[in-house]
């Protein structure tokens, strides 16, 4: 702080009002604190300009579980933090306030040179600080640097190491790293004794200098760390009793109970549950509760001033091999809330267990089902499990989900868009943070999550070992991980709105899917096997019978016609002829019985089979005719035997006597198929139903050896029909 000259009084500013706050139980007596919100005549203050900043410092639930992982462990704050932190000189007027060392003198203006307390910049621009302080000096101190910046919440240090000389070290290295900064850090405390020896007794905490006894406690962050039995133990001092029990007052009861680790969360949410019915009963704030209520509030209230009977172990037996450790959570539900927490199991020369972290909630008002509010517990066990294995750099092979609902098992091991929205969204969101891999089954007795969620009395729960040690099932030597048979379930299974049409061109791609038509009608006569196992179970192995090839044939081809031809077949099962733009149109096209088009043609009488008569009409562009080869046109039906190769091409020179004749038999079929006997077949004329001749009908008679000009001297009438 300095006096600003005569000169520059006049010049912008900000003044700021300003008041002292007295703590008799800390090394700083007094400490100034600016109220940068105050409003001035603009209706603006200076925290309504300033940027807060992004967050900086790391969530203390990390810091403390990452702080029970080391066997000697020490605690230090850094002095004066903010002052130790300059703002640029430009700033410093926007600080300014009124000041005067002695009533009688007269008041002067001042301005402050460092971050102050109450500004709304000053945590991020002092946590900057440290955080670029220890990028600066990373390379010389490189343990300190990495100290600096991983366990530190604000200024409060809490760190250790596996073995003390690594401790020692760690500690060296970082005070003499934020002396480069200017910082000193002070109030160092151990459960080591050796450790404390290192350090100059002006640093240390003054409840260190009256000696390490079992009254000798030092409030870490809001939590009592006993530095004898090197534990936590809690401390709270709840106001004194009311005069009248409002919602007001329990709710400020209620909050002032620090639990940041969720260790007394069962006798919390009780609390919880009770702020949750008063809250129904839409009472105003500062009216009195009724007396059932009342009674609950003054039962729980009772029991939170025992909260100092509490004892938890700091170090959970860990060492730098950290494969040794497992994380096993629990989550449950009730009508009320549900909870999820978490415990370490430790192998070492025995095996340790015990609570990490649990958290809690209430049910919402709006009433859900049980099964969905499981499904929010495995969503809160899924976060904290992800949580503090990455707090304690854990992998995921080394963390172990349990529920005693099947039915959020059969949702996690099924496909999530087959589930409602609501179900759908958490169960993706639970598969992110734990998978499905390490999700198991526990009994519901067994589960300690149960005791979160339906909440227990502080004075039950001070010797609850289920809670604060978890299973005993823990502790063996070898546990056996195995999942029940989870039956499959359809509630909250998505419904699926289909608007089903039927399809008669059903596309059959058969050059594409099997190279010759033997493999076709093989597929699809056991595929026709398989439709009729039900009704002849028997049949599936038989040999292939022609009937059944033949069979299969006759549905390859009708779908090919529904694809190409499906107006002619509605006309010709309408009985009309097809329509005159019809490719069809001259073939007289009629269905057999199987309802297959042929060709009707004028071959009726003709003394050939009846398929040579009347062949079946295939489009000759259908993909489906790709799979035909030479030897059905050669032989002219379906071939049973290997054909003759094709000599048509062959040079005359080449071939034998016997090729030479198969080569002349070739080219007669050739043209007689595909040249006469189509002809034959086609109908130039007649193509449609015609008037059949009455008596008086006049006709125009042709004569052969006169010209057409002529015949008109022809003309007769019928005089009688036969």
Not at 24 to 42: F, M, P, Q, Y
Not at 309 to 331: A, F, P, V
Not at 357 to 363: I, M, Q, Y
Request: with cysteine; proline share 4%; net charge positive.
């Amino acid at each position: 702080m300095e006096k600003v000259p005569k000169e520059e009084i006049d010049t912008f500013a900000i003044y700021l009002p300003h008041h002292a706050v007295v703590r008799d139980n800390e090394t700083t007596k007094v400490r100034i604190v600016l109220d940068a919100s105050c409003k001035g005549s603009n209706n603006t203050s200076l925290n309504n300009l300033l940027y807060v900043g992004p967050k900086l410092q790391q969530d203390l639930r990390n810091l403390i579980m990452r702080w029970r992982m080391r066997e000697i462990c020490y605690t230090s704050d850094i002095k004066k933090m903010y002052r130790m932190v300059l703002v640029k000189k430009e700033d410093a007027d926007c600080q300014r306030i009124l000041w005067r060392k002695h009533f009688t003198d007269e008041v002067e203006d001042y301005r402050m040179l460092r971050v102050t307390f109450g500004t709304a910049s000053a945590p991020y621009l002092a946590i900057k600080a440290l955080k670029q302080l220890s990028q600066d000096e990373n390379d010389t101190f490189p343990i300190g640097a990495e100290i600096l910046k991983e366990d530190f919440y604000v200024d409060d240090c809490l760190s250790g190491d596996h073995t003390l000389e690594g401790a020692i070290k760690g500690s060296l290295q970082l005070r003499q790293l934020l002396e480069k900064g200017g910082f000193v850090l002070q109030k160092w405390a151990s459960n080591s004794k050796e450790f404390l020896e290192k350090i100059p007794r002006s640093l240390r905490s003054s409840s260190v200098e009256k000696g390490i006894t079992s009254e000798s406690t030092i409030k870490t962050l809001g939590l009592t760390w006993n530095m004898t039995t090197d534990s936590f133990r809690y401390h709270t001092k709840l106001p004194l009793k009311p005069t009248c029990i409002t919602k007001r007052t329990i709710l400020a009861d209620v909050q002032s109970l620090f639990d940041p680790l969720g260790w007394i969360s069962p006798a919390i949410i009780m609390a919880k549950m009770l702020i949750q019915n008063i809250w129904k009963q839409r009472l105003d704030w500062d009216e009195i509760v009724e007396q059932k209520e009342e009674e609950e509030w003054l039962k729980l209230r009772e029991s939170f001033g025992n909260m100092n009977k509490i004892q938890i172990n700091r170090w959970i037996y860990t060492n730098q091999d950290t494969s040794k450790i497992t994380l096993h959570g629990y989550c449950d539900a009730s009508n009320k809330g549900y909870c999820a927490v978490v415990y370490y199991r430790v192998e070492t020369h025995t095996i340790k267990t015990g609570i990490i972290a649990s958290r809690t909630k209430l049910a919402p008002l709006k009433p859900i089902s049980l099964p969905r509010l499981e499904l929010s517990g495995a969503v809160l066990l899924s976060k904290l499990l992800k949580q503090v294995r990455d707090a304690m750099r854990l992998k995921e092979s080394q963390t172990f989900a349990w529920t005693d609902s099947t039915i959020v098992l059969s949702w996690l091991m099924g496909d999530p868009n087959r589930w409602q929205i609501f179900v759908s969204n958490r169960v993706v969101e639970i598969l992110e943070n734990v998978s499905i891999t390490q999700w198991f089954h526990v009994k519901s007795k067994e589960n300690p999550a149960d005791i979160g969620s339906r909440g227990m009395n502080l004075n039950n729960l001070i010797n609850n070992k289920l809670w604060w040690e978890g299973l005993e099932w823990l502790k063996h030597k070898n546990i056996i991980y195995s999942k029940p048979n989870i039956p499959t379930t359809d509630l909250e299974m998505k419904k699926v709105k289909v608007n089903a049409q039927l399809e008669k061109n059903i596309p059959m791609l058969i050059s594409e899917e099997f190279d010759t038509l033997q493999e076709l009608l093989k597929t699809i006569i056991y595929s026709l096997r398989f439709l009729n196992s039900k009704k002849s179970p028997e049949n599936i192995n038989k040999e292939i019978t022609t009937d059944e090839v033949e069979n299969a044939l006759t549905k390859c081809i009708r779908i090919a016609q529904d694809q190409e031809f499906s107006k002619e077949i509605e006309a010709l099962q309408k009985q009309r002829n097809v329509a005159r733009e019809s490719s069809l149109r001259n073939l007289n096209p009629y269905l057999d019985e199987k309802r297959l088009i042929r060709v009707g043609g004028r071959l009726r009488n003709a003394n050939l089979s009846h398929d040579q008569k009347h062949p079946i009409i295939l489009d000759t562009s259908d993909t489906e005719l790709e799979i035909l080869t030479p030897g059905h046109f050669l032989i002219g039906e379906t071939p049973v035997s290997i054909p003759n190769p094709n000599l048509q091409d062959v040079s005359l020179s080449k071939l034998s006597r016997w090729q030479h004749v198969q080569r002349l038999v070739g080219n007669f079929w050739h043209k007689w198929q595909n040249e006469y006997l189509t002809r034959l077949q086609t109908r130039s004329k007649w193509v449609k139903t015609q008037k059949e001749y009455e008596i008086g009908d006049i006709v125009l008679l042709k004569e052969d050896q006169m010209p057409p000009g002529k015949w008109a001297r022809y003309f007769n009438e019928f005089v009688n029909v036969h």
